[in-house]
């Protein structure tokens, strides 16, 4: 069977070491000039290959659409893609958060595993190559079904691809994979072309929204004054004022920006949020608040007996100088002024009130959120083709035959964690092989 695979990310790559596997002539369009851009970025330059939890938990870390993906996770897992990655030569190691990472810490050499396959399974792969177009034909298609015990066939007519154009050639194809990404980077080729390739064929997409992206802030002066801060271990609650309701809860690391904030819990915030009670990108008629527990390991009783300590060490100095041991330097100027306390009191002036306000701004520490960053700055794109068009056991489309889906194309999305590459390697597996 002649296959071609449309889009050179790692569901592209994965569909075409899968079909070709299964004794398929294969062939990779990438519309670059080189496969697995989007890769290279991942992780910060160092790929978070997958997770190291069960994969039942991959589901749960799924809020777009995740019991879609229960067929795909169980034929090609987290231990599949290691073991794939161990059998090119390549080792890995888990970080904190389950997060799985090559050992050289090299997201190319997470490429070069997927490239080294692709030309070992003889691969053909053409580069600046943009399908314009996925040709199909009409066919008849026999439903069959029983009335009081009499079979009873009606045919119906559904397509079936039979190519596609690309620089104004006609390449033919027995089935086609659809792995074109979503709108998000769109520097990496993410451009959201296959959209409107599976539009014309009838297929509908979902609402395109940002995903694992930025947010941004009412507070820019305070966050801009704390740019480049992480802050690594945090506790932070994304609230719905107006409902008093608690949106997304998380513990990890957050980054302050110029803009707002970011880092691993923020950008999974932005996924709880962006299905939330069918919120737009700038939260318009919206109060959203973040609050950040800046000591989440200490109870209010263990941080005032923290902070007693301290100030029985620094009883004369101010309090703008009392807070070094408790708090990053940048902090301490924004949290005094949380406290409205006189930064140029003294520590052994403060009052029991003042200090329950001291620890209430660090338990509490309050940024308003105003929307999202532009889906440009997203990590992945929330919405795609309809999964009700989709078999979740094989990845084929309903509507037209031999056309198939893997990646980010698909209406499904995770959490940061390497969640959303995993999703790429099992529904890019299942394409390939059906």
């Keep these: ?75 090609f897992t987290n231990q599949d893609i290691i073991e794939f990655l161990k059998q090119q ?58 009335i009081q015990g009499k079979e009873k066939i009606e045919k119906s007519n559904i ?6 154009k690309v620089n104004d050639k006609i390449i033919n194809a027995d089935k086609i994979v659809l792995a074109t990404g979503g709108k998000s980077y769109p520097l990496t080729g993410s451009t959201g072309d296959g959209y409107n390739l599976a539009k014309s064929l009838g297929h509908t997409i979902t609402k395109i929204k940002p995903s694992l992206v930025p947010l941004e802030s009412y507070n820019k002066e305070i966050c801009k004054e704390l740019q480049g801060l992480s ?30 904030v970011s880092g691993p819990t923020i950008l999974s915030s932005s996924a709880h ?18 609050k950040i527990d800046l000591k989440p390991a200490l109870s209010e009783e263990k941080l005032n007996d923290r902070i007693l300590r301290d100030f029985e060490q620094l009883k004369n100095k101010k309090f703008k100088n009392s807070l070094d041991k408790l708090l990053p330097q940048k902090l301490i100027p924004i949290v005094i002024s949380k406290t409205n306390i006189n930064p140029e009191k003294k520590v052994n002036e403060i009052t029991k009130e003042e200090r329950k306000r001291i620890i209430y701004v660090l338990k509490n520490f309050e940024i308003e959120i105003k929307g999202f960053r532009t889906i440009e700055e997203a990590i992945i794109t929330s919405g795609g083709i309809n999964i009700k068009e989709i078999n979740p056991k094989t990845m084929e489309s309903k509507l037209v035959k031999g056309l198939y889906f893997a990646g980010e194309i698909i209406d499904v999305d995770s959490y940061t964690g390497g969640f959303n590459l995993q999703i790429a390697y099992s529904t890019g597996y299942t394409a390939g092989k059906a």
């Design 1 to 75: 069977m002649k296959v071609i695979v449309i889009g050179g990310g790692p569901a592209g790559m994965m569909a075409a070491i899968s079909s070709s596997e299964n004794g398929n002539e294969v062939i990779l369009l990438e519309k670059m000039q080189s496969l697995g851009r989007k890769l290279l970025i991942t992780g910060k330059g160092r790929c978070n290959i997958t997770s190291s939890l069960d994969m039942q938990d991959f589901i749960k870390n799924t809020p777009g659409n995740g019991m879609f993906l229960y067929s795909c996770y169980q034929n």
């Design 89 to 146: 030569g390549l080792e890995v190691k888990e970080e904190r958060g389950n997060r799985i990472f090559p050992i050289t810490d090299k997201s190319q050499d997470v490429l070069k595993c997927f490239t080294k396959k692709l030309k070992e399974l003889n691969v053909q792969i053409y580069y600046n190559s943009k399908v314009e177009q996925i040709i199909a034909k009409d066919i008849e298609k026999e439903n069959k079904e029983y």
């Design 159 to 164: 397509k079936q691809v039979i190519g596609v």
């Design 231 to 260: 802050l690594r271990n945090s506790q932070i609650k994304l609230i719905d004022l107006e409902n008093n309701k608690i949106i997304y809860e998380d513990f990890g690391e957050m980054l302050f920006t110029h803009f707002g």
């Design 273 to 290: 949020l962006v299905r939330y009670n069918n919120i737009d990108e700038k939260l318009k008629n919206r109060k959203i608040l973040l």
